[in-house]
């Protein structure tokens, strides 16, 4: 899985490209928690344009980043998730902690 990541004021963006599974996971976990770590990020967007396959390693990713950011007294949001993604968002009950956003920008704007 490609990481691309973007800094906004407290915000940082994570572009996910690929399949977050247990491929990947433990890495994709790693880089984020690393720059959070070196740019003392506050809030986090997850952009899930370029996802096309999540199993619940993936979900773990998530719920892993939210508690991080969460104990900092920041907030967490999901951006661009393509259907199959968001069924599994749905039957992980990730969407009554974390808030989807239409684009980055509306995300930004209600943290």
């Known amino acids: ?12 963006i ?9 491929h990947s996971a433990e890495n994709v976990r790693a880089k984020i928690d690393n ?20 199993d619940s390693s993936g979900i773990g990713v998530v719920i892993g980043r939210y508690k991080k950011i969460t104990e900092y007294g920041g907030r967490v ?4 998730l393509k259907p199959n993604i ?3 968002f749905e039957l992980g009950g990730l969407f009554k902690i974390i808030k989807e956003y239409k684009n980055i920008e509306e995300a930004i ?3």
Do not use: A, W, Y
């Open 109 to 111: 704007e209600s943290f």
């Open 14 to 22: 994570v572009s996910m490209c690929g399949e977050l599974d247990h």
């Open 77 to 80: 949001g999901i951006v661009s």
């Open 35 to 54: 720059k959070i770590d070196e740019f003392g990020i506050k809030n986090l967007i997850f952009d899930f344009s370029d996802v096309n396959f999540m």
């Open 86 to 88: 968001k069924r599994v």
């Open 1 to 12: 899985m490609l990481l691309k990541f973007s800094k906004r004021g407290n915000t940082l």
